[in-house]
Nanobody, 115 residues
Framework: QVQVVESGGGLVQAGGSLRLSCATSGSIFSINTMGWYRQAPGKQRELVATITDIGRTNYADSVKGRFTISRDNAKNTAYLQMNSLKFEDTAVYYC?????????WGQGTQVTVSS
């Protein structure tokens, strides 16, 4: 049974920082891409950032220069460093873990930015 668990969310003032973590457990092999997505109230889930197994990254335009995605392949863990947070970054952040055969999602972690 594979589990994906996000952590690190919380309440922060605009301009502040948070670091999200995405930990995996269970029998999971050959992770390809790990990614962060977010969903704000009343909006569709959107891509925030992804990182491949060789470290190639991709970011949404809205977070470029402010967010940094990284991963520890030995631990099958991904991180999202979020700086200069804005009110519009408020959302539930989800981690997506993709292997050749499957796609696993976590339950999400709430990030709330107060203006």
């Amino acid at each position: 049974q594979v589990q994906v668990v996000e952590s690190g969310g919380g309440l922060v003032q605009a301009g502040g920082s948070l670091r999200l973590s995405c930990a995996t457990s269970g029998s999971i092999f050959s992770i390809n891409t790990m990614g962060w997505y977010r969903q704000a109230p009343g909006k569709q889930r959107e891509l925030v950032a992804t990182i491949t197994d060789i470290g190639r990254t991709n970011y949404a335009d809205s977070v470029k220069g402010r967010f940094t995605i990284s991963r520890d392949n030995a631990k099958n863990t991904a991180y999202l460093q979020m700086n200069s947070l804005k009110f519009e970054d408020t959302a539930v952040y989800y981690c997506d873990v993709r292997t050749i055969l499957s796609d696993f999602w976590g339950q999400g972690t709430q990030v709330t930015v107060s203006s």
